[in-house]
Structure formats: structure tokens, C-alpha cells
């Protein structure tokens, strides 16, 4: 069996840029074969008769992409591409799959978990998230806007040319604020460093916390988005019967809210780290390297969720430090 294609999803609000960068993945001549499946689903139904019997449709492009654009669920579209690969109809090694502008990216990026199969064959990535500095004040008054940048590994600033210094600063304030772990990059007209959107490795169990894991305080906002991250760090090694009770509590009461986490930790008795991540209610734990002899052995866990139960993780995490 050859190695999983590694997925990226892309999302972001109407507007913020997602199909100009798009346009630029599949045009330039990076020379990676990538395919990007362009959702076009929609909960408004679609005129069969306009498509036949096409819910799928899948083109080579000159050079070496794959568009397909979907007009039925995504689990479908997976295995269609699949089957094509297998059959030698058509060749990538690597898969972006565009959300549409209002839909939250946690569905998605499951289907990748709850699959079997499908977990076989493909490993989720990365959540890149377009934020438009334009019109990010309307758009982040959404909750669902929030959510999309709640779920990222990477957050894309489109139309920085548009505002000025201070406002881009605001900006990235109130994005570190519901986000802690995605570092910010500017896009520009949909030209990026590839390195920014691909192998991210957002979902791997290893003890990268978080590339950009912003460990500056933030100052409180006048007006609270929904949305917020909490970032917990102890020397103090853990006792891991603790910490799993304490993470089957607060998965149990709070997991639909959890949108991402991810933790290293130092557990009593023990030389490796542990590690551990989740999306909602779905997570993964591993032991990863020993700590190195002098280094400090520092437990660090990050949330970022939907109206934080703060109070109740610090509450449960003093309980951890005995």
C-alpha cells in the first residue's frame, strides 16, 4: 500500500480569497501533482437535469493538477477519486478540498477520522483559514467565521493591502486571541509560499504544540467573540490516571464545544512525553520522544473553544498539579 495522500482544507468566509488561491495552486508550475475538489454541494438541492448524471466531475489540467468539482457529499467524491487513481485514469499525490464560504470545517475534517478506509488511504493535513482584513469585523461577528479560524493551523490575511497598519494589527490581536497555535500569514492576491499551506502536519501526534503557539498575553477585548483558546502550562509532572479522568470529564461535558487541542505532557515515572490532540470529541494520544537530559520537562495544552468552559479546565488542571 502506497503512503496516504496528505489533505488539506481550506476555508474561510465568502470573499476571502479561497478560489483566487485556488486558481494559483492549480496554475503554477510547482511541479506537484495536487488535486483540489471545489465543493459545490449545497443544501439547496441542484437541478439534475442541468448536470445529468455527472455529480462529480474531474479534469487534468496541463500541468499535472486535478480539478473536480463535486455537486454530492464529499465521502463520495473521495472514493470516485480514488478508484481513478487506482485505475491509472489519473495521477496526485496530494488533495485540497475547499469548504464552501459559511460552512464549518469540523465535518470535513472528520470524515477523514470516522472512515476506515478513507483513513487509510488519506492523512489529514492541515485547516488552512482565510481570514479578508477588510471586511473581517463583519464577518468574525458570525460565529461560524470564528469557528473557521478556531479549527486552523494556518491563517492566510488576504486584502492586507486594504487597511492600515493599525487595523491589520487589531486584526491579528483578536485572531491570536481565539486562535493561540495558527501562526498569521499574509496572502497576496493568492500567491504564497507553498511551504505555508502543505505539510503542516496540524494533525500529527508529535510534540510540536504549535508552530506559531503565541504565549504572549492578550489583552481582553470590549466585546468577547465566542470563540477563544486557553493556553495551561506546569512543571509539576502528572499522574496520568488523573489527567485521563480529568479529560474524559471534560470531553463528556464539554466536547461538542472543543474545537481543537493539543497537549504535551510530562507524566510521572515516565521519560517520554505524551502527547495528545483532538477535534470535538474525537482525539488520539501517543508517547513521543524522552525529554533530554537538562531539559525542562514542561507539560504545555492548548483549547480553543466555543464559549471556553475556562473556569472548569483551570479548575480540573490545579486538581492535576496536585
Not at 155 to 164: E, G, T
Not at 204 to 217: C, M
Request: contains cysteine.
Amino acid at each position: 500500500m502506497s503512503a496516504p495522500i496528505p489533505v488539506t482544507i481550506l476555508s474561510g468566509f465568502l470573499g476571502a480569497g479561497k478560489t483566487t488561491l485556488l486558481r494559483h495552486l492549480l496554475k503554477a508550475e510547482h511541479g506537484l501533482k495536487i488535486a483540489v475538489i471545489e465543493n459545490e454541494f449545497s443544501d439547496a438541492g441542484i437541478d439534475t437535469q442541468l448536470l445529468g448524471d455527472e455529480p462529480v466531475q474531474v479534469m487534468t489540467l496541463s500541468n499535472g493538477c486535478v480539478c473536480c468539482t463535486i455537486y454530492t457529499d464529499l465521502t463520495k467524491a473521495l472514493y470516485l477519486l480514488l478508484e481513478r487513481l487506482d485505475s491509472g485514469e489519473i495521477a496526485f499525490d496530494r488533495l485540497v478540498i475547499e469548504c464552501t464560504g459559511l460552512a464549518d470545517p469540523a465535518p470535513v475534517a472528520q470524515t477523514f477520522f470516522i472512515d476506515e478506509e478513507l483513513r487509510e488511504r488519506y492523512l489529514l493535513d492541515g485547516i488552512i483559514t482565510l481570514v479578508d482584513a477588510a471586511h473581517a469585523d463583519v464577518h468574525l461577528a458570525q460565529t461560524i467565521a470564528q469557528a473557521q479560524i478556531g479549527f486552523a493551523d494556518r491563517l492566510l490575511v488576504s486584502k492586507r493591502d486594504l487597511v492600515d497598519d493599525a487595523t491589520y494589527e487589531a486584526l491579528c490581536e483578536r485572531l491570536t486571541r481565539i486562535n493561540r497555535r495558527a501562526p498569521i500569514r499574509v496572502v497576496d492576491h493568492g500567491c504564497i509560499d507553498l511551504a505555508e499551506l502543505l505539510d503542516v502536519r496540524g494533525f500529527n501526534l508529535n510534540a510540536d504544540v504549535g508552530g506559531g503557539l503565541n504565549l504572549r498575553p492578550v489583552q481582553p477585548m470590549k466585546t468577547a467573540d465566542r470563540i477563544s483558546s486557553l493556553v495551561l502550562r506546569t512543571e509539576t509532572p502528572l499522574d496520568i490516571d488523573s489527567l485521563s479522568a480529568f479529560m474524559n470529564e471534560l470531553l463528556e461535558e464539554h466536547g461538542p464545544q472543543l474545537l481543537r487541542y493539543k497537549g504535551v505532557l510530562n507524566i510521572a515515572g515516565e521519560d517520554r512525553r505524551l502527547v495528545f490532540q483532538g477535534v470535538l470529541k474525537l482525539y488520539g494520544f501517543d508517547w513521543d520522544t524522552e525529554w533530554a537530559e537538562g531539559e525542562p520537562r514542561e507539560s504545555v495544552m492548548v483549547f480553543i473553544a466555543d464559549d471556553l468552559p475556562e473556569a472548569k479546565i483551570r479548575e480540573g488542571f490545579a486538581r492535576l498539579e496536585g
